[in-house]
């Protein structure tokens, strides 16, 4: 798989078509995969969290998600032309898991905000089992976390714990979680659940989505400043290790 270094970050070339039809393979060797993905923010703050660095750098999907990141690559090494929205992936992970009958586990988000979540899934997806579900406010221990999702034999498992706390809790335990499929999904939940609306379609067909979402949230507005912090941040660091 084709990779570029983003702010010392691996991130895939890779398409949302490129991961649905690899799907069907992938379901027929051991795993564990990991679908995680790499946004602006991320590209910005990950090198305060050494593990995860690492973690993302041995992910078996780092996804260019984000259209800040495609920006980057074009003033790099071109070599991501595509973003690959998480909540899109989500999707279409929901629709595999429908198609071929298995059981997902849900981690994250407020609790009736998950409630309703696992309701709509369960509606649009009855293919699938929703195996299990624990809230982002739970006081469960993490061992007895990772225990409960064992118990309820999950073939994937989606975090939604948001930046950085997701990536943590996957680095530190995702091989102990006996699935097959994982993805960091930030605020997927809440959309899913319907209590947070998507941007507009024009705003995702133009690639402001992110800006949208900022500007609908108060506490999402100092995304719009972290923008162009991440892409000077980028070229900085290509310059110093690639661009010599």
């Given at each position: 798989m084709t990779i570029e270094y983003i702010n010392g970050l691996e991130v895939d070339a890779i398409t949302l078509s490129d991961i649905v039809q690899s799907l069907p393979e992938l379901d027929k060797q051991p795993g564990p995969f990991t679908f995680i993905s790499v946004n602006p923010q991320i590209g910005l703050h990950a090198?305060?969290?050494?593990?995860?660095?690492?973690?993302?750098?041995?992910?078996?999907?780092?996804?260019?998600?984000?259209?800040g990141i495609v920006k980057v690559s074009q003033q790099q090494e071109k070599k991501i032309n595509e973003r690959v929205a998480g909540i899109e992936l989500m999707y279409e992970l929901l629709t595999f898991a429908h198609t071929h009958h298995k059981r997902i586990f849900l981690y994250?988000?407020?609790?009736?905000?998950?409630?309703?979540?696992?309701?709509?899934?369960?509606?649009?997806?009855?293919?699938?089992t929703v195996a299990g579900s624990i809230d982002g406010y739970t006081k469960l221990s993490e061992d007895e976390i990772v225990a409960e999702m064992n118990a309820s034999q999950p073939d994937m498992v989606f975090v939604a714990l948001g930046f950085p706390r997701q990536e943590r809790w996957l680095a530190k335990h995702y091989q102990a979680v006996?699935?097959?499929?994982?993805?960091?999904?930030?605020?997927?939940?809440?959309?899913?659940?319907?209590?947070?609306?998507?941007?507009?379609?024009?705003?995702?067909?133009?690639?402001?989505?992110?800006?949208?979402?900022?500007?609908?949230?108060?506490?999402?507005l100092y995304r719009i400043v972290e923008l162009p912090l991440f892409v000077m941040k980028a070229k900085k660091w290509y310059r110093a290790n690639k661009g010599k």
């Amino acid at each position: 798989m084709t990779i570029e270094y983003i702010n010392g970050l691996e991130v895939d070339a890779i398409t949302l078509s490129d991961i649905v039809q690899s799907l069907p393979e992938l379901d027929k060797q051991p795993g564990p995969f990991t679908f995680i993905s790499v946004n602006p923010q991320i590209g910005l703050h990950a090198d305060e969290y050494p593990e995860i660095v690492d973690f993302i750098n041995q992910a078996t999907h780092r996804i260019p998600d984000g259209i800040g990141i495609v920006k980057v690559s074009q003033q790099q090494e071109k070599k991501i032309n595509e973003r690959v929205a998480g909540i899109e992936l989500m999707y279409e992970l929901l629709t595999f898991a429908h198609t071929h009958h298995k059981r997902i586990f849900l981690y994250g988000a407020k609790p009736e905000v998950l409630e309703a979540a696992v309701t709509n899934i369960e509606k649009t997806y009855p293919g699938l089992t929703v195996a299990g579900s624990i809230d982002g406010y739970t006081k469960l221990s993490e061992d007895e976390i990772v225990a409960e999702m064992n118990a309820s034999q999950p073939d994937m498992v989606f975090v939604a714990l948001g930046f950085p706390r997701q990536e943590r809790w996957l680095a530190k335990h995702y091989q102990a979680v006996e699935a097959k499929y994982f993805q960091d999904v930030g605020g997927a939940f809440d959309v899913i659940s319907g209590s947070v609306k998507r941007s507009p379609e024009i705003f995702i067909k133009l690639n402001l989505e992110w800006l949208y979402r900022s500007l609908s949230n108060p506490k999402r507005l100092y995304r719009i400043v972290e923008l162009p912090l991440f892409v000077m941040k980028a070229k900085k660091w290509y310059r110093a290790n690639k661009g010599k």
